[in-house]
């Protein structure tokens, strides 16, 4: 069974920096590129970040850029997002999400999320 | 980047109805839409990709259509475990461009 499972969110004062992990369990982690997706109090869902499954390539959201870094351990199946420079509009619920290999991408698994808040 | 404009953003229908969400893509996208519902507390669930292929194990009353940059979800006869909100998704050049949702469409009981 696959399983996703984040952790890491805590209140964090704006101008902090906060690093999320996501295990993975029940498939082959480094078959496939992985993502983090947030959603805001109230808003609908926002792409975050992605990487290759080598982690060879990444790419982010513009509102993220130059502040956020996603990598992965596939020797520990396990995803991470390094969080710098935090606003109070990165408060959200993020989600890892698994692709899946080969054709037109799509997150076929997902977590269930942990909370990052962002408040002074 | 590539925006997503789903509509309408809420709707609301009875259980047995046919509803319709579309989803318009800012500039041509192919085939690289996908199709997720959310509930409150749980993680979000593929439900189509590449416009109209249904993921494995999501009920037939789901279908998607659609190409270039308009692109349709119907649910033929709802169902009350479909009162949900639906996002449609474009993965057009994921390593070039950035994926991008809709902005949900919030499906609620009449």
């Known amino acids: 069974e696959v399983q996703l499972v984040e952790s890491g969110g805590v209140v964090v004062q704006p101008g902090g920096s906060l690093r999320l992990s996501c295990a993975a369990s029940g498939f082959t982690f480094d078959d496939y590129m992985m993502h983090w997706v947030r959603q805001a109090p109230g808003k609908g869902l926002e792409w975050v970040s992605l990487?290759?499954?080598?982690?060879?390539?990444?790419s982010y959201a513009d509102s993220v850029k130059g502040r956020f870094t996603i990598s992965r351990d596939n020797s520990k199946n396990s995803l991470y997002l390094q969080m710098n420079s935090l606003r109070t509009e990165d408060t959200a619920l993020y989600y890892c999400?698994?692709?899946?290999?080969?054709?037109?991408?799509?997150?076929?698994?997902w977590g269930q999320g942990t909370l990052v808040t962002v408040s002074s | 980047d590539i925006q997503m404009t789903q509509s309408p953003s809420s709707l609301s229908a009875s259980v047995g109805d046919r509803v319709t969400i579309t989803c318009r893509a800012s500039q041509s996208i192919s085939t690289y839409l996908n199709w997720y519902q959310h509930k409150p507390g749980k993680a979000p669930k593929l439900l189509i990709y590449a416009a109209s292929s249904l993921q494995s194990g999501v009920p037939s009353r789901f279908s998607g259509s659609g190409s270039g940059t308009d692109f349709s979800l119907t649910i033929s006869s709802l169902q009350p475990e479909d009162f949900a909100t639906y996002y449609c998704?474009?993965?057009?050049?994921?390593?070039?461009?950035?994926?991008?949702f809709g902005q949900g469409t919030k499906l609620e009981i009449k």
């Open positions: 999400a698994k692709d899946t290999a080969g054709g037109n991408s799509r997150f076929d698994y």
């Open positions: 998704q474009q993965t057009y050049s994921i390593l070039l461009t950035p994926l991008t």
């Open positions: 990487i290759r499954w080598d982690g060879g390539s990444t």
